[in-house]
């Protein structure tokens, strides 16, 4: 009544906080996600900036935003995203920030994450590690063998036979010198 502002406008509202948090976060396409239907086979490796949504078979490595792996899917490859779930199956690694292996999935390698959720039912064998940013890490293991790993060199069947350790208490190996004809008679 004595107020100068309109009755239909609506008061200002402050930022709350889960506002602040998502304008910090990446944007998410805002299109529909990508679907590699139930009877498609895809031999090679997926990139989306956005969202995928796998029904299908995918011989490769898949990175996306977001993921979803079906039922009746399955990934032969590495997965890398900011979200996963996993509902069919997947052989080889999964690097995201959050993991969700849903009670039909069936997975067979190593997951880097940052949070992880496991349904009762779900199979999982491998390794299962936390990171503060799995998608920026390498694996410091792999990357410290690939940098002091010698060049690999052919090596003859009887030098490898030579090269062999032996336990300490074990009598030293006879070389063709060592033999001597016997002579009879």
Do not use: Y
Not at 4 to 13: C, G, L, M, N, W
Not at 32 to 54: C, E, K, R
């Amino acid at each position: 009544m004595f107020s100068s502002k309109s009755k239909d406008a609506p008061p200002p509202v402050a930022p709350t906080a889960q506002a602040s948090a998502q304008a910090k976060r990446p944007m998410r396409s805002s299109s529909a996600p990508s679907i590699i239907s139930a009877d498609l086979v895809v031999s090679g490796t997926l990139t989306s900036s956005g969202d995928i949504q796998i029904d299908g078979k995918v011989e490769g490595n898949v990175n996306s935003t977001g993921l979803v792996i079906g039922d009746k899917a399955f990934i032969e490859g590495d997965v890398m995203a900011e979200d996963v779930t996993v509902r069919g199956r997947v052989k080889g690694s999964i690097r995201a920030r959050k993991v969700l292996l849903a009670s039909t999935c069936h997975v067979e390698g190593d997951i880097l994450h940052e949070a992880f959720a496991v349904e009762t039912g779900a199979f999982f064998e491998g390794n299962c590690r936390h990171a503060d940013n799995p998608l920026a890490q390498q694996d410091a293991r792999s990357v410290a063998v690939q940098q002091q790993a010698p060049a690999a060199t052919p090596m003859p069947a009887a030098a490898q036979v030579a090269a062999m350790p032996r336990p300490a208490d074990a009598a030293p190996r006879p070389s063709a010198a060592t033999f001597a004809p016997i002579k009879t008679g």
